[in-house]
C-alpha cells in the first residue's frame, strides 16, 4: 500500500496570490498532476492541514475545484489556517468526515492494510495545536479498538519541538501525553504532519514522527535562536509512506517540480546491474529480509 501525503497548499481565491506573491492554486494543480501520474500510483492520498490560506466558502470552492482531478481516494484533516465547519461543508460528501457542528473532525479508516487516523489539532482562532483530555481520550480508545494492524496517525501539528523556534511557538499543546498514549500502542507505524512546511523527522512515542514539506512554499530553515521568519522558495514536494511487508511503513520524499527525467546506462551495463541486483535482492530476502508475502 502507498500513502501519499500533502500538506500545507493554502488555496486561496480564484485569481489570488497567497501573501500577494505565491501560486499556491497552481502549485496544487501541478502536485495532483504529479500524484496522478507516479507510478505504481498511490493507493490514498491524505492532506495534514492548512487546505486553504483562510477558511473561507470560496478558498473551499477553489480547493474542491483542483482536488477533482485527484485520482486516488482522499483523506482531509484541519490545520490552524482552516475553519473546521466551513471545511466539514465544503467535504460533506465525505461520509467519513463528522457533519457540520462537530467539535473536533477525526476519524478512523479501516479499509485498507495500514489503518488510517486522522486527529483534529486546530484550535478556532489560533495558530497552536491542542490535544485536550477529550481528543486523547478519543485516540486512546479508538487504538485500542483494533491493536493489530499497522496504524498511521495523520495530524497538522507536529508532537515535538522542530527547532525552527517561530513555528515551535504555534506548536501542539499536550503532545506529551499523546506521547505517553501513543508509546501503549505499537501498532503505529508513523504519525505524520504538516504546519512546519519542511521535511523534519523524529524518534517519538516509540514510533516516528515526522512533518513533510508544502506544496506551496517551504519554511526557511533556520535552527537558531532568532530570527528565521521567512519562507524559502524550495521545490514543492509530496512524502510516500510505503507498506513494506517486513518492515512496515518506509517513507519517501517526491518532489513536484523539477525535471524527473531518468538517464538509463548503456545496454551491456545495464543487463550486468540488472543481473546483479535481481540476485542480490533474492539473496537478502533469505537471510536479513523478513519478506512476507
Known amino acids: 500500500m502507498i500513502i501519499a501525503q500533502i500538506t500545507d497548499l493554502h488555496v486561496v481565491a480564484k485569481g489570488q496570490l497567497c501573501y500577494g506573491q505565491m501560486p499556491t492554486n ?43 482531478a485527484l485520482i486516488p481516494p482522499l483523506y482531509v484533516i484541519p490545520g490552524n489556517h482552516d475553519q473546521r465547519d466551513a471545511l466539514l461543508r465544503a467535504f460533506a460528501d465525505h461520509a467519513y468526515l463528522p457533519r457540520p457542528g462537530a467539535p ?10 495500514v489503518r488510517l487516523i486522522g486527529v483534529d489539532t486546530s484550535v478556532p482562532g489560533h495558530h497552536h495545536g491542542l490535544m485536550c483530555d477529550q481528543r486523547l481520550a478519543w485516540l486512546d480508545a ?3 479498538a483494533d491493536s493489530q494492524r499497522p496504524t498511521l496517525i495523520f495530524m ?41 512546511h519542511r521535511l523534519i523527522q523524529a524518534g517519538w512515542g516509540g514510533t516516528v514522527a515526522c512533518t513533510a514539506p508544502s506544496t506551496c512554499h517551504q519554511v526557511a530553515l533556520n535552527l537558531g535562536e532568532t530570527g528565521g521568519y521567512e519562507f524559502a522558495l524550495e521545490p514543492p514536494a509530496v512524502q510516500l509512506h ?48 523478513d519478506v512476507r508475502r
Request: hydrophobic share 40%.
Open 26 to 68: 497552481a502549485r496544487l494543480g501541478e502536485a495532483v498532476a504529479h500524484i496522478n501520474a507516479l507510478r505504481p500510483r498511490p493507493d490514498v492520498v491524505i492532506a495534514s492541514g492548512d487546505l486553504t490560506d483562510n477558511g473561507t466558502e470560496e478558498e473551499y470552492a477553489c480547493l474542491r475545484d483542483i482536488l477533482a
Open 104 to 113: 473536533f473532525a477525526h476519524f478512523a479508516i479501516d479499509a485498507y492494510p
Open 142 to 144: 479508538t487504538l485500542a
Open 156 to 196: 497538522h501539528h507536529p508532537p515535538f519541538r522542530t527547532g525552527v523556534r517561530w513555528m515551535d511557538a504555534s506548536g501542539l499543546h499536550g503532545g506529551r501525553k499523546m506521547e505517553a498514549i501513543i508509546a501503549r500502542h505499537p501498532q503505529i507505524q508513523r504519525v505524520v504532519c504538516g504546519h512546519i
Open 242 to 289: 510505503v507498506l513494506d511487508p517486513g518492515y512496515g511503513i518506509v517513507s519517501h520524499l517526491s518532489y513536484v517540480s523539477g525535471n524527473h527525467e531518468t538517464i538509463s546506462p548503456p545496454a551491456p551495463l545495464r543487463a550486468q546491474l540488472v543481473a546483479a541486483a535481481l540476485q542480490g535482492y533474492a539473496e537478502l530476502c533469505l537471510t536479513e529480509f
